[in-house]
């Protein structure tokens, strides 16, 4: 089923040529991996994205900013800067925007409690959806054993996988060449490859956990560049996924109903005969 698709409700399916409004009006938004400063940031359809969504209240789960990345390596071009400036001017239009630094942008969590630019920076948040239910929002990263136990070993891995992302924006350069659609190598791996399969399965389970633990119904988290909506031992488990890969996010309507939404499938749903999204340059 497509990602655009899924929802903890599912309400009657919609013929499958209907156009979709490219206007996105819902209650709460939720984004999270944008890693701006990182060439895999995929930055143009994310400002796309924040133009026509409308929300009363807006999460950033973390990974806003790739401070690993910046460090080592400063990249900052202009549609970068773009998307912060959109952020805070929804702020300043009366849009509720709450930050949860993730540990990519871990420096941001000196600054919890604070409000920056009518951003308010937080280490995690309590969501109560329209219907009453209520959403535990966290980043994640707290929860992987890798980064709790060998940080080291998260640095390296995120060699590996810039390295894979570097890879893919080759591949995709060559792709639309030919006129293929894009396709994101990592994410076809991370899929395929058992071990990170397994990975994928222990860390929603560990959120999950914790999310009964605190007597939540459900959860929203990023940070593994998934995204996923489903039950996990009576706990609604909700990964928005990201912006480097998916081009995901997650949506509360106003009955409180929640959606994944593939930005990518919804512009073609919503455009028929629009072009394909600009693909990240090569190099």
Known sequence: MALAMRRDELPAAPEDDAPVPLRLAVRTAWISDLHLGTPGCQATALLEFLRHLECDTLYLVGDIIDGWQLKRHWYWPQAHNDVVQKLLRKARKGTRVIFVPGNHDEFARKYLGHTFGGVDVVREHIHLLADGRRLWVTHGDLYDGVIQCAKWLAYLGDSAYEFTLRMNRHLNSLRARLGLPYWSLSRYLKLKVKRAV??????????????????????????????????????????????VESLTALVEHGDGRLEIIDWAEHLARARPAAVALPQPVAG
């Open 198 to 243: 397994s990975y994928v399965s222990d860390f929603e389970s560990a959120v999950a956990r914790e999310a009964r633990s605190r007597g939540v119904h459900g959860v929203v988290c990023g940070h593994i560049h998934h995204a996923e909506m489903r039950t996990i031992d009576g706990v609604l488990y909700c990964n928005d996924g990201d912006w």
